[in-house]
């Protein structure tokens, strides 16, 4: 496209997980959809890279355990359509001393979720790559999402029903036209369409900014590294691991920690939303070194089913709100989709129906949520 000016029902910036899923959830609904992503496939710039995220329906409320089970069915969907492996049920333990535990169990009760409390000696007898010092809380429905995967399976999908997918296209500007009329301005061309559904992540406030009202929206560079395994990876569950505030442990690390097994790259192992505030297009993608040095601590200590001398580096953003509640609403034609990180990708496929939600007729998800409360 070359200085010109095309028309389509929907253009949905972002072709990372979430714009991805929406693209293909309008595009089942008939609409005439353009996925436009600034980068070419399989980047590393923002949050939706690389083979291994944690899927679980552990959370301590229905919103969004609900949430969790409408993704799972329409991940296993994508599946069928598209002939990728995306989800590996492998089981999941969340261990520790910080009350939070308890009341995950009690939500897990009121969803109907799977689950039941191991002792320490139980769960180390499962689960001998990990230290227990305290009883650990087993969900055996969770597991892990291969996210490069799924990017690539979502925008086949949408394309099967006639989304044009373009890489390498960056947005420069969103002009409102009127309630039902906008557009997209790129550095070659631009579209005008009924509706934009911006799903950028971390550059939301570069790109909307006055457009649509957002909350403050904090940008971190996450660090967290693939150990070798000393036990074989299809062994491993996810995990997570808290410590309670004022323990002789958690003045020693940076808040909660996250784990899962990334078969051929090892285990991967994190801290949780704690990396330095960054800006998106000017990352330097290097660990910092008092965080990784206590991640390698951490797995010395507490994961002697892993190597903490042979390990590789990860960087991706985090972009959160600071309730870690995501953003998702619409004013006028602009629909936006903002604030996932850190536990957003398992809702993939769900938050992509959400978005043709509003795009198509405004059904607002927080009426909907309400109502799984």
């Known amino acids: 496209m070359t200085d010109t000016t095309d028309a ?25 959809v353009v996925l ?17 995220r944690i899927f679980r329906l552990s959370y301590p409320d229905l919103v969004h355990i609900r949430l969790a089970r409408e993704a799972e069915r329409l991940w296993r969907e994508l599946e069928h359509v598209t002939g990728a492996r995306l989800l590996t049920v492998t089981g999941g333990v969340d261990h520790g ?17 799977a689950h ?77 369409a009924r509706r934009v559904v911006a799903a950028v992540n971390a550059w939301a406030a ?3 900014g006055g457009l649509v009202p957002l909350p403050p929206l904090r940008i971190t560079q996450e660090q967290p590294a693939h150990f070798a395994a000393r036990i074989p990876e299809a062994r491993w569950p996810s995990f997570g691991h808290r410590f309670a505030e004022g323990t002789a442990d958690s ?45 390698r601590e951490y797995v010395r200590r507490f994961l002697p089913g892993l190597d903490p001398a ?30 996932f990180s850190g536990h957003g990708f398992k809702f993939v496929p769900a938050i992509g129906r959400v978005l043709a939600d509003l795009a198509v007729d405004g059904t607002r998800p927080d009426r909907q949520f309400a109502a799984a409360r």
């Open 310 to 339: 042979a390990f590789t580096p990860i960087s991706c953003t985090y972009t959160t709100t600071p309730d870690s509640n995501f953003v998702l609403d619409r004013h006028g034609p602009v629909v936006v989709a903002t604030g």
């Open 8 to 32: 389509a029902d929907v253009v949905v910036v972002g072709g990372g997980a979430m714009g991805s899923a929406a693209a293909w959830q309008l595009a089942r609904r008939g609409a005439d």
């Open 116 to 192: 039941r409390w191991l002792a320490p000696g139980e769960a180390a007898e499962r689960w001998p790559g990990i230290r227990f010092a305290t009883r650990a809380l087993y969900h055996p429905d969770s597991g892990r999402l291969h996210a490069d995967r799924a990017v690539a399976a979502l925008q086949d999908a949408a394309r099967a029903l006639g989304a044009v997918v373009r890489h390498e296209t960056p947005v420069t500007a969103i002009e409102v036209l009127g309630e039902d009329k906008v557009r997209v301005h790129t550095d070659v061309g631009s579209y005008t």
């Open 36 to 52: 436009l992503e600034r980068f070419a496939p399989g980047h590393t710039n923002g949050a939706s890279h690389g083979a291994s």
């Open 251 to 295: 003045g020693d690390f940076y808040g909660g920690i996250y784990g899962l097994a990334t078969p051929g790259e090892g285990v991967k192992v994190g801290f949780h939303g704690v990396g330095p505030e960054v800006d998106p297009d000017r990352r330097d993608f290097t660990p910092e070194p008092a965080q990784l040095a206590a991640l």
């Open 206 to 208: 570069k790109l909307l």
């Open 97 to 113: 001393d910080h009350p939070y535990l308890q009341e995950l169990a009690d939500g897990l009760a009121v969803g109907g979720v």
